[in-house]
């Protein structure tokens, strides 16, 4: 009986975790961005910082998969700092293989440790997403520094 409570709470940890994610001390709902803005921590609905902008640049249907879209993404610095360790969520179910310029991890996506975002600057990267939309996107988590 210990042994099966032990196994819920381990659980209920598990899905509390999934849901919120952690941001210093604070817990970010879902679609919420955590901007770490030199060494302070905070939670944001709409992420002014970083600006996604995403350009469908092909689109093709395949018989047996049906229509895909190729799509190549803006992610744009608005601050007056460099800004570094983004992390960008997605719902889409992208594949790994089929996505340049970002690595994909479950619904997460970031980028190769050197890619730092000077003022005024993009990064620019893409994908390949199932259907005839581009993939919802939004910023997850971004470090700006001092
Ligand atoms: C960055 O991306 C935006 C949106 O696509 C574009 O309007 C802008 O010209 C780009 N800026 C640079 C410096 O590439
Ligand atoms: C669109 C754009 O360039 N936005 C801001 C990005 O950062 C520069 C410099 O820090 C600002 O001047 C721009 O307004």
Same mark, same amino acid.
């Given at each position: ?21 952690? !941001? ?9 961005? !955590?901007? !770490? ?5 905070? !939670? ?12 469908? *640049? ?31 969520? *997605? ?32 990064? *620019?990267?893409?994908? @390949? ?14 470090? @700006?520094?001092?």
């Amino acid at each position: 009986m210990k042994f099966l409570l032990v196994i819920l709470f381990a659980l209920i940890a598990i899905s509390v975790s999934s849901a919120h994610y952690q !941001c210093g001390r604070y817990a970010c709902l879902p679609g919420h961005s !955590c901007i !770490c803005d030199n060494g302070i921590f905070r !939670c944001v609905y709409v992420c002014e910082e970083l600006t996604i902008t995403q350009t469908i *640049t092909d689109r093709w249907v395949d018989g047996a998969e049906g229509p895909s879209v190729k799509v190549s993404v803006n992610v744009l610095n608005h601050t007056y700092r460099t800004v570094k360790d983004i992390l960008i969520a *997605t719902d889409a179910n992208l594949n790994a293989g089929q996505i340049w310029g970002a690595h994909l991890n479950g619904f997460l996506l970031d980028f190769p440790d050197y890619v730092s975002i000077a003022p005024g600057m993009n990064h *620019t990267w893409g994908y @390949i997403n199932k259907g005839n939309n581009a993939a919802h996107l939004w910023v997850q988590k971004v470090y @700006i520094s001092a």
